[in-house]
């Protein structure tokens, strides 16, 4: 699942893809900002994310996209 997070006052969006569902990242995002705490997510290596939830500008949840190998490629 590709996952891009916009910060308040940051140039740069984080891109990055989860292994987490779309329904765990939506709900992690949730609690984050009706908690005022933190937004914590595991990318596909294991590795955390995390953003304050008062400097969140957006966040947009992609499909998970399958990579195509081989020619004729469409």
């Not at 329904?23 to 705490?37: D, F, N, T």
């Amino acid at each position: 699942m590709e996952v891009r997070i916009g910060v308040q006052n940051v140039a740069r969006e984080l891109v990055f893809e989860s292994a987490q569902s779309a329904e765990e990242i939506s709900a992690a995002v949730s609690a984050a900002l009706g908690g005022g705490s933190v937004l914590q997510l595991k990318d596909e290596k294991g590795r955390t994310v995390v953003v304050p939830a008062a400097s969140l500008g957006y966040v947009d949840i992609g499909a998970s996209e399958v990579r195509k190998v081989g020619f004729g490629l469409s």
